[in-house]
């Protein structure tokens, strides 16, 4: 994965060309989405330790550039076994960890919450359903981001209502806390995520659809949202 997302449009590039690039930066962007929803639901075994350790951002304009070289840096010096012990002690723990990366908790200061059952209502009526074998709730971090990768690979037009309803009132807060714990390669996580899911926000809350909400939920779907399964959500 190349960490570049700078894009010339030069009025000299062809419709076929500018249609690439935009290929090309929205499936570098889904890959974001998927190493963020990664390295929040599991810890990096050995191999993706040694990804992140050879990363070279190369796009001196990139906003990005010093976050992703940041979490390069702490790969390079971290360790699996370690980070299985502070990805629990931060994000599972014995009841629950230091944070909670659940929408329905940053929201309401509980789980299993409205927050939950509107995104299952919408996930439904994306065609999205639950891996049976994950027991977290939909709202989780990791599963939203999955969403967001799959709708910019297969929905993109819906991509934009889906990050403004579900993922804009509270994930730059998570990412935020999760920058100032005192690891530093999940500082970096949280540094990284904090700096992308803000670009996401500026640049999706811009598009048209943005404000249009296209799958909201009534107070009888409500209904129908509240007995859903829980679990992650794949299509």
């Known amino acids: 994965m190349t960490t570049s997302e ?16 935009l290929e090309e930066r929205n499936a570098l962007r889904a890959d974001v989405y998927l190493l963020l929803a ?4 599991e810890p990096p075994n050995a191999e993706l330790l040694e990804f992140l350790s050879a990363l070279e951002p190369d796009d001196e304009n990139s906003a990005l550039k010093r976050h992703w070289a940041s979490l390069s840096l702490a790969a390079q010096h971290a360790h699996p076994g370690t980070l299985h012990d502070v990805h629990f002690g931060l994000l599972i723990g014995v009841i629950q960890g230091q944070l909670v990366p659940y929408a329905s908790w940053y929201l309401t200061g509980s789980l299993m919450e409205m927050p939950l059952v509107a995104l299952r209502h919408d996930l439904k009526h994306l065609g999205f359903e639950r891996a049976a074998h994950v027991k977290e709730p939909e709202d989780h971090f990791s599963a939203m981001c999955e969403v967001m990768a799959m709708l910019i690979e297969s929905q993109a037009e819906a991509q934009a209502v889906f990050f403004k309803r579900h993922l804009s009132p509270w994930v730059l807060r998570f990412m935020r806390d999760l920058s100032q714990v005192e690891d530093p390669f999940y500082a970096s996580v949280g540094a990284l995520g904090d700096a992308f899911l803000s670009r996401e926000d500026n640049q999706l809350q811009s598009e048209p659809d943005a404000q249009v909400v296209t799958f909201s939920p009534t107070p009888s779907t409500l209904g129908e949202g509240a007995k859903f399964s829980e679990g992650d959500t794949h299509s």
């Open 6 to 21: 700078h894009t010339d449009t030069h009025s000299t590039d062809t419709p076929a060309s500018l249609s690439a690039a």
């Open 38 to 41: 990664r390295l929040v639901r």
